[in-house]
């Protein structure tokens, strides 16, 4: 659980607060990226997401499976 959280904050932070707070920065990224085509970059960013995305699910995930775990107990 806490590496899916450390994976989802990078992401997060990666994509919301440097493109939002600190968007020179994020150009700086994307222009120091091994790839010259935008087409490349921009499969590069989709799959940032996906990942946020599968994270952000499997954190949901397993809390609802041990919310569910106790109440069945209690």
């Given at each position: 659980?806490?590496?899916?959280s450390?994976?989802?904050a990078a992401d997060l932070s990666f994509f919301l607060f440097l493109g939002t707070y600190f968007p020179?920065?994020?150009e700086l990224v994307f222009?120091?990226?091994p790839w010259a085509d935008n087409v490349?970059?921009?499969f590069a960013i989709i799959v940032g997401l996906v990942i946020a995305t599968i994270t952000s699910l499997s954190i949901a995930?397993?809390?609802i499976k041990r919310l569910l775990k106790s109440i069945q107990r209690g």
């Open positions: 659980m806490a590496v899916l450390a994976v989802l020179q920065a994020y222009e120091k990226m490349e970059k921009t995930y397993l809390i």
